[in-house]
Structure formats: structure tokens, C-alpha cells
């Protein structure tokens, strides 16, 4: 059950730059993540309960192989990617059943959960740069992530900036952080929880 390793580093840093000269509003970093910082991100996961996993952003399947080593033999990972690149180099280089790796946006992710049997999430993974997102699809995506996660799922979004934590405070009750140095760029990671009711979320736009 286990996934097939992702290619070299510098294949990883290649594409990663190229992606990120292509459409730099779209992709977080022109670096993958370094090991420190997927630990950082984990590290507030209750993997022995986790069933269906998203990630948003996977980008060159850093977290997405480090995910697959820890979720559960029958459990379900979706990965959410929009770039061309990256979505064929995932498809190709990761061979696991338990991954689906579809190429899409992170706001239609109930469409994707449904067409895939699924109607719920217990987390979500964003690498997505919530900074650099038209606002409204940043709004989308917070309120359609919340709307298909367990009550007690998690959200947790690794980023460059602070953006995306206004959003998070918005439609969970709880958000935690921390920061990880050992990254280029260094990152800001959020852990948010206990989503809020949709009149709520509504009342504070």
C-alpha cells in the first residue's frame, strides 16, 4: 500500500520554479517544502482517525507522499491540484490506490468529494497562497472547505503571509499557529478547527 517515490529533488525544484514563473498568484513558493516544515504542518493531525484527506495545492507531492506514509491502509487522500505541470507530474510519479489526484479549483472541492462517493473531509491540507487569491475565491474556498469538513476536522494551511487567518477566524471557532524558519520562504502555519454555523461565518463578512 505504499506510494511510489516522488522523482529526484532537482526534478521537484525544477518544476516547482517553473510553475511558479508561469502563474506565481497560483503557486506559493518557487521551492518545495522542506521535511521541517510538512513535520510542522503534521504535527496537530490525528492520523489513526483520518479517513478522507485533501490536500489543496499539492503541488510537487511533498506532502502528499509524506500523507500517504501515515494515512490508514483504507482511507482516501484527494489531492486538488490546478497546475498543469504539477498534476501530471504527480499522476505520474506517485502510484498509490488510495490517492486521486484530479485537476481542478479548491472552491468546487464538494463537487470533487461528490463525483468521488464522498460528501465529507476529516482534513484539508492548503498550500494554496490565500495572499496573492482574488478575494472572492479566497472566500469560496475557506467557506467551502468548512462546509465539508467533519465538526471535528481540521483545516490546516501552510503560507508565506498572515491573509488567510482573518478567513479562518471567520468560519472556525478555533485557530492555532506557529511558524517554521527552516523553509524558503519560511512559513506561517495554521491550525483551524471547530467550524463555525454558516449564519455566523455570514454575519462576519
Known amino acids: 500500500m505504499s506510494s511510489k517515490p516522488i522523482p529526484s529533488p ?4 525544477r518544476i516547482s520554479f517553473s510553475e511558479f514563473i508561469r502563474d506565481p498568484a ?37 506532502f502528499t507522499s509524506a500523507a500517504l506514509a501515515r494515512l490508514h491502509p483504507g482511507a482516501r487522500l484527494i ?12 499522476k505520474a510519479s506517485l502510484r498509490d490506490p488510495r490517492l486521486c489526484v484530479v485537476r481542478g479549483c479548491a472552491q468546487d472541492v464538494k463537487k ?6 464522498l460528501s465529507h473531509a ?5 498550500g494554496l497562497p490565500f495572499s496573492t487569491l482574488d478575494d472572492v475565491v479566497a472566500e469560496q ?5 468548512a462546509s465539508i469538513l467533519m465538526p471535528s476536522g481540521i483545516f490546516a494551511a501552510y503560507q508565506m503571509r498572515k491573509s488567510v487567518k482573518p478567513l479562518l477566524q471567520r468560519h472556525f471557532s478555533s485557530v492555532r499557529s506557529s511558524y ?17 454555523s454558516p449564519s455566523i461565518a455570514s454575519s462576519a463578512l
Open 10 to 13: 532537482t526534478s521537484s525544484a
Open 26 to 62: 497560483k503557486v506559493g513558493s518557487a521551492f518545495p517544502a522542506t521535511q521541517r516544515l510538512v513535520k510542522r504542518v503534521f504535527q496537530r493531525i490525528d492520523w489513526a482517525g483520518m479517513r478522507v484527506l485533501v490536500e489543496f495545492g499539492p503541488g510537487t507531492g511533498r
Open 79 to 90: 489531492a486538488i491540484e490546478p497546475g498543469g505541470e504539477f498534476f501530471e507530474h504527480l
Open 112 to 117: 470533487i468529494l461528490y463525483d468521488h462517493g
Open 122 to 126: 476529516d482534513c484539508i491540507i492548503s
Open 141 to 145: 474556498i475557506v467557506d467551502a472547505s
Open 180 to 196: 517554521e524558519w527552516w523553509n524558503i520562504p519560511p512559513c506561517h502555519v495554521y491550525w483551524a478547527s471547530n467550524r463555525r
